[in-house]
């Protein structure tokens, strides 16, 4: 459960794990497809948190990156929450609401993924929870304890978005967006991204915080006032912050190379997850921490 400026909402994922090699031939489902995969994940959701039943569940019936929903002011749900709020029959009681693909098969600007963030074997449904304040909030502590551990949709559900996106789907499981975060967190620790995480996690949950990763060998970066500056060395500082003396010059430059590439990939990452990157450049003669606070 997360708040906002206005009221509470409960933010989560459909998580479809799928098989290698398989690619979603469809980014978007149609209204009558988007509303059958609404209803059963409602019904879902209710068999952990029966209240869920009370509250208005908004579904966008389109996949994306994780990373697309782990980013600054979790942007893809607030999307969402704009169009739950312009949605019509506030006031009537519970709805269940469906955004998908329009009738022609396009895909409305909101609902459209990142083209370069395709093709990975993790997707993400979007879907959030609203209504009266009391019952989001036990519903989302309700589902922040249960989720991550029971939380795989029954197997008509799973079937259903598997036939509609057209992927083969090996899993379907429910997270709130904290789960889905600690779950990137122990992906990037495996894949040996695990000292980035605490940057990322500082722009997710605490924007105005600063963090540093200052940890050799890694490249050198602080995050302040929503974005990341990476110190871009010279070679003669480079080696002073990095390189063994006793090293070979052949050795000292396929180093470099690979710390070059090292910080383009923790600029990718970054870049994926909505933060903004820029390279401050460190000459030699001067201590790059400063470089990188001024």
């Known amino acids: 459960m997360t708040r906002s400026t206005t009221s509470p909402v409960v933010m989560g994922v459909i998580a479809l794990e799928l098989a290698a090699g398989s690619t979603p031939q469809r980014a978007a489902l149609h209204a009558a497809e988007a509303s059958g995969l609404a209803e059963k994940l409602g019904r879902d959701l209710a068999t952990h948190a029966p209240q869920v039943r009370d509250l208005d569940l908004v579904l966008a019936a389109a996949h994306f990156d994780p990373a697309e929903a782990l980013r600054p002011g979790w942007s893809l749900h607030q999307r969402l929450r704009e169009l739950h ?59 922040e304890s249960v989720l991550l551990e029971t939380g795989m949709a029954q197997a008509d559900t799973a079937l259903l978005a598997q036939t509609a996106f057209g992927a083969q789907i090996e899993h379907a499981r429910y997270m709130t967006l904290h789960d889905l975060a600690a779950m990137t967190a122990m992906q990037y620790e495996h894949g040996g991204l695990g000292p980035l995480w605490p940057v990322i996690e500082t722009a997710l949950m605490a924007p105005a915080d600063e963090c540093w990763l200052d940890a050799v060998p890694e490249p050198l970066l602080r995050y302040a006032g929503g974005e990341v500056h990476i110190a871009l060395f010279e070679p003669p500082a480079w080696r002073a912050r990095y390189a063994s003396q006793e090293a070979t010059d052949e050795r000292l430059e396929r180093a470099y190379l690979h710390f070059q590439a090292r910080q383009q990939q923790i600029a990718a990452v970054l870049e994926a997850h909505g933060i903004p990157v820029t390279f401050a450049h460190c000459p030699g003669n001067t201590d790059a921490r400063a470089s990188l606070n001024a």
């Not at 269940?96 to 449904?125: E, K, Y």
């Not at 979007?126 to 589902?143: I, K």
Request: hydrophobic share 40%.
């Open 85 to 143: 709020q312009r949605a019509p029959g506030r006031g009537e009681g519970a709805r269940l609401i469906a955004f998908g693909a329009d009738d022609t098969g396009d895909i409305p600007m909101p609902l459209q993924a990142d083209d370069g963030l395709r093709g990975g074997l993790l997707r993400v449904v979007p879907f959030l929870l609203s209504g009266d304040d009391h019952t989001v909030e036990a519903v989302g502590e309700r589902l």
